[in-house]
């Protein structure tokens, strides 16, 4: 029940292999300073995992973003992410400024570390929201899709803090100066030194792709499914892409059944995209595929089938043979 | 010996999903199927059993009565030991009361437990939450995203990660936990023997009382987290469908990506 001893927002700044701020923390930012404002300009504070040695870089990474505080722990024991340590600081940390929200970007060391900090606070987490708003009782209101997509939950927190995570791409940023003094505390990590953990990174090897993809940062997205029936269908799909500046994306029953790799999925097992424009090849909109691009600027689809359900969410469709269209389109 | 727990779910078949009139879920006359990621964790289970000789599989599900179908399914394609963990007043669980529900479970019925597999996603909520919570209730180490696994012995296990940017390779001693992703292989189909022998096997069951547990901790009671609307996704974006000829298509198609700023158009 509504506990007035808590306040603010906090958000979990992820620290990527190549030392710089996970993106996802922006979106994330952008969205708290908005629910900040509904609950009144309550505080905004950030949590890292960094040396100290690096925080002149950092420092500049959150000027003028509007955060008030950020907390940071430096122990060599933090170098690289663990479950063990990070859940247990970060619940400490938690459970001393004792903030009403606390949002964490749902990458995989965010998907990771969110359940553990929920279950050890004894709190509620609502995982991949898609928005986030404050209800009439000041409550944080996170809307998630459930059952492969098809139906959306808005979904409410009875203890504190009330957690949420968000995949990337899915809040935009809007650029706004904040004149903010920004407070940088050091944090006390004594506590992990009894703390025992057998995890050890033996090795960790940077994915180079063959189908070189961004689908992160890309403007456009050729993304193929099913029916484009096998390989030669994604040979045929990045030959398009190519020539017209594209990243390629597949669905699910396209990466399970071998044609694509996992690392260029869409859709809710996957990855959320939002480019400019998303062309959809022999795909025929499933919803769990759908949740993941919906957000693109604007959709294209192509599909033989005129009764498809892509068409329902596409602002053009073409009903037509991929095999026919991208091969012509490339001639001339 | 070496004891695995292996917690697998029922899901409703999300794929054969119908709507009612007022846009919510029909749910009568839906399929029940087991989770595909919990298939690759059975997986994952049984390759660790054919290294590792004396290796016992005790499978662990959370749902009614009929789940033990799905259970005398795992134990026909080789795991050992089925145990369902059910209570009326277990229904409405979020994460947090599922996670504790299980965790208690495993507690009671394998306090002795090396590993402990489960799914990294559930198809119907897809939240992968329940696996660290799980780990976090027993107090002992994660390995989330887990591909596959290499060198393993009593003591200690070297498996891969897949992440978004790359694959990690990390050794962990046990007990531990580790969250399973699908892998290219095509999971195994039971024996004519092993589903004789799964007929003539007795599901342990437990309730609210057998764990130990408080209506205050369990089902919806005991569940941080509560749905206050669910409604139907609704697209914002404005269908328009043209059937046109070859060349029309591609000129159409031309117009709208060059709209957008596409190369070569």
New interface residues.
């Given amino acids: 029940m509504p506990n007035q001893d808590n306040s603010g927002i906090m958000i979990y700044a992820q620290i990527?292999?190549e030392n710089y701020i996970h993106t996802v923390f922006y979106e994330l930012l952008d969205k708290a300073h908005e629910l900040s404002q509904k609950l009144g300009n309550v505080e905004i504070s950030a949590v890292i995992f960094a040396p100290e040695s690096k925080l002149e870089e950092y420092k500049e990474s959150f000027r003028n973003m509007g955060v008030n505080r950020v907390y940071y722990f430096d122990n060599p024991k933090l170098e690289n992410y663990s479950?063990?340590y990070y859940?247990k600081l970060l619940q400490e940390l938690v459970k001393e400024v004792k903030p009403e929200i606390l949002l964490i970007g749902a990458?995989?060391?965010g998907?990771?570390l969110?359940?553990?900090v929920?279950?050890?606070l004894?709190?509620?987490?609502?995982?991949?929201c898609i928005n986030l708003d404050i209800?009439e009782k000041g409550q944080l209101?996170a809307t998630r899709?459930?059952?492969?997509?098809?139906?959306?939950?808005?979904?409410?927190?009875?203890?504190y803090p009330q957690m949420a995570t968000v995949r990337p791409n899915v809040f935009k940023v809007h650029s706004v100066n904040y004149e903010t003094n920004t407070e940088f505390i050091k944090k006390d990590t004594s506590i992990i030194e009894n703390l025992y953990?057998?995890?050890?990174?033996?090795?960790?090897?940077?994915?180079t792709q063959t189908l070189i993809n961004d689908l992160d940062n890309a403007?456009?997205i050729v993304a193929g499914g099913m029916g484009l029936k096998n390989e030669k269908g994604f040979e045929l799909l990045k030959e398009f892409a190519d020539?017209?500046?594209?990243s390629v994306g597949a669905t699910r029953p396209a990466v399970?059944s071998?044609l694509a790799p996992?690392?260029i999925q869409i859709g809710?097992?996957g990855k959320t995209v939002r480019p400019?424009?998303y062309?959809a090849c022999g795909i025929s909109g499933?919803?769990?595929h759908?949740?993941g691009m919906?957000n693109s600027?604007?959709?294209?689809a192509?599909n033989n089938d005129?009764d498809a359900p892509i068409?329902?969410?596409?602002?053009?469709?073409?009903?037509?043979d991929v095999f026919?269209?991208l091969p012509?389109?490339m001639k001339? | 010996m070496f004891k695995i727990a292996l917690c697998v779910k029922q899901v409703p078949d999300t794929t054969d999903i119908k709507w009612t009139e007022n846009n919510t879920i029909q749910r009568e006359g839906v399929e029940s199927v087991i989770n595909p990621y919990d298939i690759y964790g059975c997986e994952f289970a049984l390759k660790i059993k054919e290294q590792l000789n004396d290796t016992e599989i005790t499978v662990f599900t959370m749902g009614p009565n009929q789940a033990q179908d799905m259970l005398k399914k795992l134990i026909a394609l080789g795991c050992d030991k089925g145990v369902l963990i059910s209570d009326k007043k277990f229904a409405g669980a979020d994460t947090y009361a599922t996670g504790k529900t299980i965790s208690s479970a495993i507690k009671t019925v394998l306090p002795d437990f090396d590993l402990i597999v489960c799914g990294q996603f559930a198809v119907d909520g897809d939240t992968a939450q329940t696996g660290p919570c799980i780990a976090e209730f027993l107090n002992i180490p994660q390995v989330t995203y887990v591909k596959d696994f290499s060198e393993i012995d009593k003591k200690s296990v070297t498996l891969t990660r897949e992440l978004e940017d790359g694959i990690e390779t990390v050794k962990t001693t046990f007990p531990a936990l580790i969250c399973v992703l699908q892998d290219d292989f095509e999971p195994r189909r039971a024996t004519i023997n092993g589903i004789k022998h799964a007929q003539n096997q007795q599901i342990k069951t437990c309730n609210m009382e057998d764990l130990n547990l408080a209506p205050e901790q369990v089902g919806l009671k005991g569940s941080p987290t509560y749905v206050s609307k669910a409604f139907r996704n609704q697209s914002a974006h404005n269908a328009q469908k043209f059937e046109l000829n070859l060349q029309d298509s591609i000129n159409l198609l031309k117009e709208k990506i060059a709209n957008a700023g596409g190369k070569d158009a």
Avoid: W
């Fill in positions: 990527t292999n479950s063990i859940s990458t995989t060391q998907r990771d969110a359940p553990r929920s279950a050890g004894h709190t509620g987490l609502t995982a991949d209800n209101a899709p459930t059952f492969g997509g098809q139906l959306m939950a808005t979904i409410l927190c009875k203890n953990n057998p995890v050890e990174i033996k090795e960790f090897k940077k994915t403007e456009i020539k017209i500046g594209g399970e071998g996992h690392s809710q097992t400019k424009v062309i499933a919803i769990q759908t949740v919906e600027e604007y959709i294209i192509i005129a068409f329902d969410i596409a602002d053009c469709g073409i009903v037509g026919e269209i012509e389109y001339n």
